[in-house]
């Protein structure tokens, strides 16, 4: 009898042990073995493996991503789905095991006497009261593995949000620090703005001094004019923009509109000279983007087992272990005993194709979520790749309007010198004065895009969550 129980529960085992459907199996995608428009050496050692307080080593900026990491609204409610999507794992995975529950209820009838019971004479006291308690006990057999693969997908599921959590932990890191620099650039701009318009009030105080004496005319005034406004509405633009800016900025940190502390001048702020990207089969591994479409491609692989498993009967196993009893007292005694077992399978015949048509879904729905795993991949290599060609392009480009500035510096001092000699009308000294003030403008943009190719290649690269 003991053989018979164990050969029994071993066969059960076996079957428990199967699951219909095909087990996941990561696609294939080819991978280049150099990113794009890289200027380094391919090697393992990637920028994106540094924490983001060495990227730029700004007290101030890694003060304010250490706050928004703590307080931001988007970061904490994906917190909270993760946790929603570990809960929903619990509740599916809880499916295969058994169920246990305290059972009790009473029960008083009164039937008439000259109903449906034919042979009782008139006034015959049908009344009956009875009290019944005890535990019952329901499970589901997963002979055919529906209830793990559905649990296989909650898991994935599950995973999936932690990895959302990740993406916006990397935007969080990189839109905190792209809002920063661009504060410190609207700063570099101001300064350059009012040393712009102290520029245009000391030559206009010259020029209608020397217009008193007769050197100059009311069109050299009107001229010299020209640079003061332009420098006075600039000024009004880019204070509109630091409001702006830093409102943008408190939000991201999770609090209302604020004042914001300001760090070390944009261009004292140091660029890394390296930036090596790492093997781009790395970035599978790396980027949150990439993970969370490949968890979600687990979870469609499990859902067509869970489909293909109702093809198969469905087995479910009841009991109740308890007592009944007409007086309360007597419940627990052995005459009150009551004990019942109720095996049952559901063998699906006719479903006017909804068991096929469920299949058909889940394999279409894994087949989308293929691509788009694919489409993940190829979009995280052409942000990389597009991230370390501007890179490039905009280091050479900062570069070339560092000449340019140093070329209109002097040439705004000598039209100066020519038109304080005579030599030239101030004209001359407008338009040198106008070059120099709208070059210094774009080298203090040129500093920013410098900056923010920096955190563009390491967002790309799926830097910051580490």
Not at 50 to 58: I, R, S, T, V
Not at 331 to 348: F, M, N, Q, V, Y
Not at 422 to 443: K, P, W
Request: glycine residues 8%.
């Amino acid at each position: 009898m003991r053989k018979a129980a164990a050969g029994c529960a071993a066969g059960v085992l076996f079957c428990c042990s199967c699951a219909v459907g095909p087990n996941y199996k990561r696609p294939s995608v080819p991978v280049p073995d150099a990113y794009r428009g890289a200027t380094t050496p391919t090697a393992q050692e990637s920028i994106a493996d540094k924490k983001w307080a060495e990227l730029f080593g700004d007290a101030t900026l890694n003060q304010l991503i250490g706050s928004a990491l703590e307080r931001n609204f988007d970061l904490r409610m994906a917190a909270e789905r993760v946790q929603e999507a570990r809960a929903q794992f619990g509740i599916t995975r809880a499916q295969q095991f058994p169920f246990v529950d305290v059972q009790a209820g009473y029960t008083a009838a009164r039937s008439s006497s000259i109903g449906s019971f034919r042979f009782i004479q008139r006034g015959t006291d049908l009344s009956a009261s009875y009290a019944q308690a005890g535990i019952a006990v329901s499970w589901e057999l997963d002979l055919w593995g529906r209830l793990r693969r559905l649990s296989e997908a909650a898991q994935a599921d599950f995973l999936a949000t932690e990895e959302a959590r990740r993406g916006v932990m990397v935007s969080l890191v990189a839109d905190v620090t792209s809002t920063y620099f661009q504060l410190m650039e609207l700063e570099l701009e101001l300064e350059i703005s009012h040393k712009t318009r102290d520029t245009a009030a000391d030559s206009l105080r010259l020029v209608k001094l020397r217009r008193e004496r007769g050197a100059a005319s009311g069109l050299d005034v009107s001229q010299a004019e020209q640079l003061l406004y332009t420098a006075t509405a600039e000024i009004e633009a880019v204070e509109r923009g630091i409001g702006q800016t830093e409102n943008a900025l408190s939000l991201l940190l999770g609090g209302p509109p604020a004042d914001q502390p300001r760090g070390a001048r944009l261009p004292d702020i140091p660029v890394p000279p390296q930036l090596p990207p790492g093997l781009p089969s790395a970035l599978l591994e790396r980027r949150p983007d990439v993970r969370q479409a490949e968890q979600n491609l687990v979870s469609a692989n499990a859902q067509i087992g869970a489909a293909r498993a109702l093809y198969f009967p469905q087995i479910s196993l009841t009991a109740f272990d308890g007592g009944q009893s007409r007086a309360l007292s007597q419940i627990a005694t052995g005459p009150a005993r009551l004990a019942s077992i109720g095996p049952s399978a559901t063998i699906p015949i006719f479903h006017a194709g909804q068991i096929r048509n469920q299949v058909r879904l889940t394999e279409a729905r894994k087949r989308e979520l293929v691509l788009a795993y694919e489409r993940a991949i190829d979009t995280a290599l052409r942000e990389v790749s597009d991230s370390l060609i501007g890179d490039v392009r905009t280091r050479g480009q900062r570069s070339q309007q560092e000449a340019l500035v140093r070329s209109l510096q002097d040439a705004a001092r000598l039209s100066t010198r020519r038109y304080q000699g005579g030599l030239d009308s101030y004209l001359q000294v407008l338009d040198a004065q106008r070059n120099l003030f709208t070059g210094e403008l774009g080298l203090a943009r040129l500093r920013l895009e410098e900056r923010l190719s920096v955190v563009h290649i390491y967002r790309a690269l799926g830097g910051g969550w580490q």
